[in-house]
């Protein structure tokens, strides 16, 4: 039964593997799951993943801002 359950959740149930390098050079990563829930590919996953994905698009932000500020001298 467990390895009937395996083949088929093996067809919707995919990893997620999120990898950074910060701007000091330190790298991290982290991982989990999502599984496809219809036919338009929509996905669950745990909490985690999306607030990483929110803090890193936050991270990049800052950090493009202050390239933005470093390459206008006038900006200061």
Same mark, same amino acid.
């Given at each position: @039964?467990? %390895? =009937?359950?395996? !083949? ?8 997620? $593997?999120?990898?950074? %390098? #910060?701007? +000091?050079? &330190?790298? #991290? !990563? ?5 599984? $496809? ?8 996953? !745990?909490?985690?993943?999306? #607030?990483? @994905?929110? &803090?890193? /698009? =936050?991270? &990049? /932000? %800052?950090?493009? &801002?202050?390239?933005?500020? %470093?390459? +206008?001298?006038?900006? #200061?």
């Amino acid at each position: @039964m467990f %390895r =009937a359950a395996c !083949a088929k959740a093996r067809n919707f149930t995919g990893p997620v $593997v999120i990898s950074q %390098r #910060s701007v +000091d050079g &330190e790298c #991290s !990563a982290g991982i989990g799951t999502f599984v $496809v829930i219809n036919k338009d590919g929509w996905i669950v996953t !745990a909490a985690h993943i999306f #607030s990483v @994905m929110a &803090e890193l /698009a =936050a991270a &990049e /932000a %800052r950090n493009r &801002e202050l390239q933005g500020l %470093r390459a +206008d001298p006038g900006s #200061s």
